[in-house]
């Protein structure tokens, strides 16, 4: 089984960038398809973006797409989230996750790992 730890929250104005990271260990990481969600206080736990085992499909919220890019090294166990433009609506624990199979979930019930969150702040 595949255990994550996400790293790489902070707090940072709007328009500035972060980049969280998302370390696993096991030997069949790149079998997994990973996904990046996030919630925020009162609200639900929303999918953000989300990649194939080998990394050749990416899927994003439309609340991200164009500003966010998931990436992954195999070779490292380990994704990536890029956020760039970051917004004050973007404020949320952001949680790594992993399933097995081949379809990237949107669905947050669909994955069987995740780690602990890491908190990202935007300030206006």
């Known amino acids: 089984q595949v255990q994550l730890v996400e790293s790489g929250g902070g707090l940072v104005q709007a328009g500035d960038s972060l980049r969280l990271s998302c370390a696993a260990s096991?030997?069949?990481?790149?079998?997994?398809?990973m996904g990046w969600f996030r919630q925020a206080p009162g609200k639900e736990r929303e999918f953000v973006a989300g990649i194939t085992g080998g990394g050749r499909s990416r899927y994003y919220a439309d609340s991200v797409k164009g500003r966010f890019t998931i990436s992954r090294d195999n070779t490292e166990n380990t994704i990536y989230l890029q956020m760039n433009s970051l917004k004050p609506e973007d404020t949320a624990v952001y949680y790594c996750a992993a399933k097995q199979g081949t379809i990237v979930d949107t669905t947050p019930t669909r994955y069987q790992r995740w780690g602990q969150g890491t908190q990202v702040t935007v300030s206006s």
């Open positions: 096991g030997r069949t990481f790149s079998t997994y398809i």
